[in-house]
């Protein structure tokens, strides 16, 4: 029997690499699997890591209308030529080009998965234009994931899209996680020794850890200030992730402080985050918008509570004073306070941690994630 064909596009390669590792090669035991996105290194060990086929087309993150008319007219040559079953889209910029050129193409199953939305953020002529755009994307698909039901509720509440075509998958979350490799028992004790002592972490300093971009709309300058209000001096801030000063730049008084801090390590981005997770007490995720956070997962699955925001994603994840707390986004004396709370309070982290790996492996397990879309996939085929 021959497979039916299965595109799935994202903007930057390292999407297909992390956010969805392991998925494609999971979907390639029942469809003939192409994996596109801008060409990298990593794209290559895409296809070596999933063991499926791989396709460059050049895709910008930013808004750049003569590089995105050629990456849509490269798309549509090669949908056109593939003539795939089913194109799935991660990302904007990816769902707005493969969109168009699969409707242009003729494919007839066109999916696109929203996992965040920077329009949130936005205001104006910029606002006016990610409206438009997202609206354009939804309206060529022919079903639209968002990948959790806040997120849902946002698209439904802001009109981008008919509230039919919208289905989160499963509980929620792209890829789900993985629990079998985050995992904190396999960590020794001497192997996190040696992390801690190499990173000038004492062992009795109580460790908050971030992960992800350093950039504003993650709440970093909030993070920073309020780490720096913190009076406790047994304490580090431990920043796992890359600047990106040319898309969302830091306030210049929080750059010098994570420079100047002694309580503030930066390691910039890491290929295997869970040994930094291993030797933290607590993730401190302050984001000011999400899809479905993996992050926030990733930390539960080993075992640390987390203090996140309330806002879509991170409040399906956390249940508050459970696995963690909430607090309201943008605020550094919640922050601050909640911060604090964990620095006195070692009894009530100890319980929340506690709960963090079973609520996550209960609900966000990765193989429960993959059949469930398999099964979607299934049901859209027999449609056909």
Request: positive net charge; contains cysteine.
């Amino acid at each position: 029997m021959i497979r039916k064909k299965l595109i799935r596009i994202s903007t930057a390669p390292i999407s297909l690499h992390k956010l969805l590792k392991g998925q494609l090669k999971f979907m390639s035991i029942y469809y003939d699997v192409v994996a596109v996105s801008s060409y990298s290194d990593v794209l290559e060990t895409v296809r070596e890591n999933e063991g499926i086929r791989i396709k460059g087309v050049e895709m910008t993150r930013k808004i750049t209308p003569v590089q995105d008319i050629k990456a849509l007219w490269k798309m549509f040559r090669f949908l056109r030529r593939e003539k795939p079953f089913i194109v799935h889209t991660h990302t904007p910029k990816a769902g707005i080009v493969g969109m168009i050129a699969a409707s242009l193409a003729g494919v007839p199953v066109r999916l696109h998965t929203v996992a965040g939305l920077p329009l949130m953020e936005a205001t104006g002529n910029k606002r006016r234009l990610l409206n438009f755009v997202e609206k354009m994307t939804y309206s060529l698909a022919t079903k639209v994931y968002p990948n959790s039901y806040g997120l849902r509720d946002f698209i439904v509440s802001e009109k981008l899209c008919n509230e039919k075509k919208l289905q989160v998958i499963g509980s929620g979350s792209s890829n789900g996680i993985d629990t079998a490799y985050f995992d904190s028992v396999p960590f020794t004790v001497e192997e996190k020794k040696n992390l801690r002592e190499s990173l000038q972490i004492d062992e009795k300093d109580f460790v908050f850890i971030f992960i992800g971009r350093l950039v504003k709309d993650k709440g970093i300058n909030e993070l920073v200030a309020a780490f720096s209000g913190l009076k406790a001096k047994n304490c580090k801030l431990l920043l796992v992730g890359p600047f990106e000063k040319d898309l969302d730049p830091l306030l210049l008084k929080t750059e010098l402080e994570i420079e100047n801090n002694p309580n503030i390590i930066s390691v910039g981005y890491q290929d295997d985050v869970r040994t930094f997770l291993a030797i933290s007490d607590c993730l401190a995720f302050p984001s000011y918008r999400e899809g479905f956070p993996n992050v926030v997962m990733q930390a539960g699955a080993m075992d640390l509570p987390s203090i996140v925001t309330n806002i879509n994603g991170c409040n399906e994840i956390i249940i508050h004073n459970k696995n963690g707390v909430i607090i309201p986004p943008k605020d550094e004396n919640a922050l601050l306070g909640a911060m604090d709370y964990f620095l006195h309070h070692p009894e009530e982290v100890n319980r929340m941690a506690k709960n963090a790996r079973s609520l996550i492996a209960e609900r966000y397990e990765q193989r429960v994630v993959w059949e469930a879309l398999l099964e979607e996939y299934n049901r859209l085929l027999k449609k056909d």
